[in-house]
Nanobody, 117 residues
Framework: QVQLAESGGGLVQPGGSLRLSCTAS????????MGWYRQAPGKQRELVAR???????EYVDSVKDRFTISRDNAKNAVFLQMNSLKPEDTAVYYCNVFRRVGLRDYWGQGTQVTVSS
């Protein structure tokens, strides 16, 4: 069982920045994909960004050039740097990993991001 601990959410003004962190209970080298999803009230959960084991990154169009996903193998962590935040970025952000052993995914508990003046 993989445990994922997220942190870094909060309240920020439009145009501000936040950095989300997701720390795994085991080596992230065992994960094929690590990603961030978000779910706003009344909306479906959507993929925001993901990083594949070879280093390839993918972003939803609405966050390209504003968000950056990265990982630190030594810290067993994946990060989401969010810049130029907009009110429409307000959502609960979830960390997700797809584990090579067992071929299944795991979710974090979510962290709230609120962008408001």
């Amino acid at each position: 069982q993989v445990q994922l601990a997220e942190s870094g959410g909060g309240l920020v003004q439009p145009g501000g920045s936040l950095r989300l962190s997701c720390t795994a209970s085991e080596s992230i080298l065992g994960f094929i994909v690590m990603g961030w999803y978000r779910q706003a009230p009344g909306k479906q959960r959507e993929l925001v960004a993901r990083i594949i084991s070879g280093g390839t990154t993918e972003y939803v169009d609405s966050v390209k050039d504003r968000f950056t996903i990265s990982r630190d193998n030594a810290k067993n962590a994946v990060f989401l740097q969010m810049n130029s935040l907009k009110p429409e970025d307000t959502a609960v952000y979830y960390c997700n990993v797809f584990r090579r052993v067992g071929l299944r995914d795991y979710w974090g508990q979510g962290t709230q991001v609120t962008v408001s003046s």
